[in-house]
């Protein structure tokens, strides 16, 4: 697989790095590897690196993700971060419109990132 996840024992969070184009429903099969690694918990952090990689993902698809979310986390009581990781002004653009619906997820904290270990920062504060 082109994309991969990994967790960070050190850190403590579930890292996704894409390489090349990453469909909704790729981005999505990851997020479902989260949930079936033995490190998973509620309020797990995210890295969603996109530094080789970028979303090929309209608003219909970001509309799917967030339904998806919101039937995953209405029961969760545990706030969790996702940080996306990209170095392209086109990419933070399409990240900006995520922010816009991710809004509606509760309990989720999104941020963008250009430096990875300030992303890690953020996750781990």
Known sequence: MKHKLSYNSEHDFFELVFNGPATVDQVLQLYFACFEHPKFRLGSC?????????PNMGLADMETMVEY?????????????V????????????????????????????????????????LTE
């Open 83 to 122: 940080a996306a990781l990209s170095q392209s002004p086109t990419e933070h653009a399409i990240f900006n419109i995520w922010r816009q619906f991710s809004v509606q997820i509760p309990n989720e904290e999104f941020e963008v990132f250009t430096d990875y270990d300030q992303a890690v920062a953020w």
């Open 46 to 54: 995210y890295l969603c690196d996109y530094r080789k990689g970028s």
């Open 69 to 81: 979310a919101k039937k995953v986390t209405q029961f969760a009581t545990h706030k969790y971060r």
